[in-house]
């Protein structure tokens, strides 16, 4: 069973910076994992998204540049770094595995992912 565990939300000044962190179990290594965000009233967007190689990241436009999403080399862990950080990027962020068997849809889509976190809290002020 896939255990996805988030951490590294929290308050922060626009401009400032936070690393999320992903804790994973129970799955495999070379599947496909990705980062969503959900805002008060808003639909659950994806944000970034890793391959399972590494060699393939995708970035919804509004982050690029900004946001960096890695894993590491045990590959149990998926991080994403985010600088530069905008009152717009305040939400509830998730981690998500476990792709269906078709090919994934850009910008990546919540139906497209059957194992998600708990999400941690990203809170940006001016």
């Known amino acids: 069973q896939v255990q996805l565990v988030e951490s590294g939300g929290g308050s922060v000044q626009a401009g400032g910076s936070l690393r999320l962190s992903c804790a994973a179990s129970?799955?495999?290594?070379?599947?496909?994992m990705a980062w969503f965000r959900q805002a008060p009233g808003k639909e659950r967007e994806g944000v970034a998204g890793?391959?399972?190689?590494?060699?393939?990241?995708w970035y919804t436009d509004s982050v690029k540049g900004r946001f960096t999403i890695s894993q590491d080399n045990a590959k149990t862990t998926l991080y994403l770094q985010m600088k530069s950080l905008k009152q717009e990027d305040s939400a509830m962020y998730y981690c998500?595995?476990?792709?269906?068997?078709?090919?994934?849809?850009?910008?990546?889509?919540?139906?497209?992912?059957?194992?998600w976190g708990q999400g941690t809290q990203v809170t940006v002020s001016s």
């Open positions: 890793l391959s399972g190689g590494g060699g393939s990241t």
């Open positions: 998500a595995a476990c792709p269906s068997d078709r090919a994934l849809r850009l910008p990546l889509r919540k139906a497209d992912f059957g194992c």
């Open positions: 129970g799955y495999t290594s070379t599947t496909y």
